[in-house]
Nanobody, 122 residues
Framework: VQLQASGGGVVQAGDSLILSCAAS????????MGWSRQAPGKERELVGA????????YYPDSMKGRFTISRDNAKNMVYLQMSSLSPDDTAVYYC????????????????WGQGTQVTVSS
């Protein structure tokens, strides 16, 4: 499966933003999906992961409350809604896919998208 993330840009602190990830290739519904991010000089961290058919979404404690992941299997899309953004959210955001949810959660998915830059100015 190939992944193409989009929707990044420069926003103001307090703004909201929605990132999209388009998938092509094998049946999208066979894959658990996730978003992670990597800030300059920092390790990549998980934002959240969603099961193959949606429904259950896992977020690390640090990401709960301001981030919402959803998917539309009919459109082969996964989304990341972000709210109350702060400069600390500045990072490259990546979508990921794997047939095993655990692999997405531990940042070892089979497939990565190319990343989309989000910059939050104060």
């Amino acid at each position: 499966v190939q992944l193409q993330a989009s929707g990044g840009g420069v926003v103001q602190a307090g703004d909201s933003l929605i990132l999209s990830c388009a998938a092509s290739g094998r049946a999208f519904s066979e894959y658990a999906m996730g978003w992670s991010r990597q800030a300059p000089g920092k390790e990549r961290e998980l934002v959240g992961a969603i099961k193959r058919r949606g429904g259950s979404v896992y977020y690390p404690d640090s990401m709960k409350g301001r981030f919402t992941i959803s998917r539309d299997n009919a459109k082969n899309m996964v989304y990341l809604q972000m709210s109350s953004l702060s400069p600390d959210d500045t990072a490259v955001y990546y979508c990921a896919a794997d047939q095993v949810l655990h692999n997405v959660g531990v940042l070892r998915p089979e497939h990565w998208g190319q990343g989309t830059q989000v910059t939050v100015s104060s």
